[in-house]
């Protein structure tokens, strides 16, 4: 029988699992936390109350819910079906969400082994970064069957404006994938516009606000041209997150027969970042590798 949903686990504090988890225990929900650094965890504790465990598997035990969000398809492996692997420890009709950004085949991979022990499962993968994860308001991509979605969706929402089922499990994570084939070209001519602005001598910042209004229009240009223009970067989401993200996009690609080309082009010059030691500066950081260019050339 399905489990009302009333205690949860949240496997992953960082820049995103920690203000997502924060929402929750402020819905009243009783969470229970692991995080791989166990000083993160006592602190979020002491800032949102609810219980540290020392293994996933700690963490999920009595949980209705378990919900993870944490770095690539190993690491989820690990936390979900390690040793001390959260699923082991879920009794039949609770559910197991993940957040992580991974590939749709531990989607299925993870479908499969929740199906063998009765447990639902939806992968979840969010959009709108540390800001929206603070603020709560996250879009949520899903994949999985349609009652796994409906028991799950009123806790999502606490931290989600925008939860969406999308079709069986996978669907999330290839939905994410589109979000961030789209990111990586609005970035890349977001940063060219800057630059050729910049070279023909005119105020950036007008020609944003009138461009704006108008079909240029876009998210990253609202939240992003102003640190741009400042060449400020330390903030938002790691060039090193996005090249992992952009390697899925293109392996999965592979596997469609699906053609990526500006995709591919916008990795390698995020891959040109890492090199200049931008591994974490923010993914708007492309404008910076274009004056490098400039400089180079000069």
């Avoid at 009783?30 to 993160?40: F, L, W």
């Avoid at 963490?59 to 001390?84: F, I, K, P, S, T």
């Avoid at 939806?122 to 979605?149: H, R």
């Avoid at 040109?272 to 400039?294: E, I, K, N």
């Amino acid at each position: 029988m399905p489990h009302e949903i009333s205690t949860v686990a949240f496997l992953g504090l960082g820049v995103m699992g920690y203000p997502m988890a924060g929402h929750l225990a402020q819905a009243g929900l009783d969470v229970r936390v692991y995080n791989r650094t166990r000083a993160k965890a006592a602190d979020w504790c002491k800032e949102h109350g609810g219980s540290h465990h020392a293994t996933p598997a700690e963490a999920a035990q009595g949980a209705d819910l378990v919900l993870m969000c944490v770095g690539n398809d190993d690491d989820v492996r690990d936390v979900a079906l390690g040793n001390e692997g959260a699923l082991a420890a879920l009794a039949r009709g609770t559910l197991l969400v993940d957040h992580t950004t991974a590939s749709s085949t531990l989607a299925e991979e993870l479908d499969a082994a929740c199906h063998q022990r009765g447990v639902g499962f939806i992968d979840a993968p969010v959009s709108g970064g540390q800001q929206g994860a603070e603020n709560g308001a996250l879009t949520i991509m899903c994949g999985g069957k349609d009652d796994d979605f409906d028991r799950a969706r009123p806790v999502l929402s606490h931290y989600g404006r925008a939860v969406t089922l999308m079709g069986p499990a996978g669907s999330g994570q290839l939905t994410k994938m589109v979000n961030q084939i789209c990111i990586a070209g609005l970035v890349q001519g977001l940063s060219e516009g800057l630059h050729f602005a910049e070279q023909a001598g005119l105020d950036q910042q007008r020609v944003i606000e009138v461009i704006s209004q108008g079909a240029a229009g876009s998210w990253q240009m609202e939240n992003r041209h102003a640190t741009m223009i400042a060449d400020s970067y330390d903030h938002g989401f790691a060039v090193d997150w996005m090249r992992k993200d952009l390697g899925i996009c293109l392996d999965q690609a592979r596997q469609l027969k699906a053609r990526l080309p500006v995709t591919a082009l916008v990795d390698q010059f995020y891959a040109d970042l890492q090199s200049m030691g931008g591994g974490r500066w923010d993914t708007s950081s492309l404008l910076r590798r274009l004056h490098a260019t400039a400089e180079k050339k000069d």
